[in-house]
């Protein structure tokens, strides 16, 4: 079995990391190999979900089920079929953003690839693993804004670009989604800097 680990910060609040990451829906936009996700069902620990995942050149289809799940801390997901593997994902506060590390045990298909593949094929998944981390970073950063000594925060793309780019079904998807995570629309407001002066109004 190969493993591999991986750490990087993420300018972002943890809550919004954490469900991006977790979101099977998000996958393909971030995680290089990933060809395609689908028939996803449920939320948290139980959600499952079927994926094809280009390896050497191979298309290999299976199923992932979450086994276990901390809202905004870590979750583990546990795939099956061409490649066993067990994913898990753990999310800390620090002084620069989140620290998302990716912890990652997969068996190859040997009966596809053969022995000799093996050392390059682990290899090509460690680079690829840590280029879709950059890749994540790259997605979540630009997206949040917000007071960063508040609770308010929000998005800057509209909900139909952040519908193309995730791949959901519609505008609607989204902004439901980011209201469950506490982003809100980005509105101009009138501020009230206290009482008018008495003279206001006063005619010269």
Not at 122 to 128: G, I, K, L, P
Not at 159 to 164: H, K, P, S, V
Not at 175 to 192: E, H, I, P, Q
């Amino acid at each position: 079995m190969a493993s591999h680990s991986n750490s990087i910060v993420v300018d972002a609040p943890r809550a919004k990391v954490f469900e991006y990451v977790n979101d099977p829906r998000t996958l393909s936009d971030w995680m290089i190999g990933i060809e395609e996700i689908r028939n996803v069902r449920g939320a948290g620990e139980g959600q499952q979900y079927d994926w094809t995942f280009k390896m050497a050149g191979l298309s290999l289809r299976g199923q992932s089920v979450v086994v276990d799940y901390l809202q905004d801390v870590g979750a583990c997901h546990q795939g099956i079929g061409m490649i066993h593997s067990l994913w898990t994902h753990r999310c800390e506060d620090t002084a620069e953003g989140t620290k998302l590390t990716i912890d990652v045990e997969y068996t190859l298909p040997f009966f596809v690839l053969g022995r000799l593949a093996e050392s390059a094929t682990v290899r090509r998944n460690d680079r690829n693993i840590n280029t879709s981390l950059k890749r994540l970073k790259e997605i979540v950063e630009p997206e949040t804004g917000g007071d960063p000594e508040g609770h308010a925060k929000f998005t800057r793309s509209s909900l139909r670009t952040l519908a193309e780019r995730l791949k959901l079904c519609s505008p609607k998807t989204v902004g439901r989604l980011l209201r469950g995570m506490k982003y809100s629309l980005r509105t101009n407001v009138k501020r009230l800097t206290g009482k008018p002066h008495p003279h206001r109004d006063r005619q010269y």
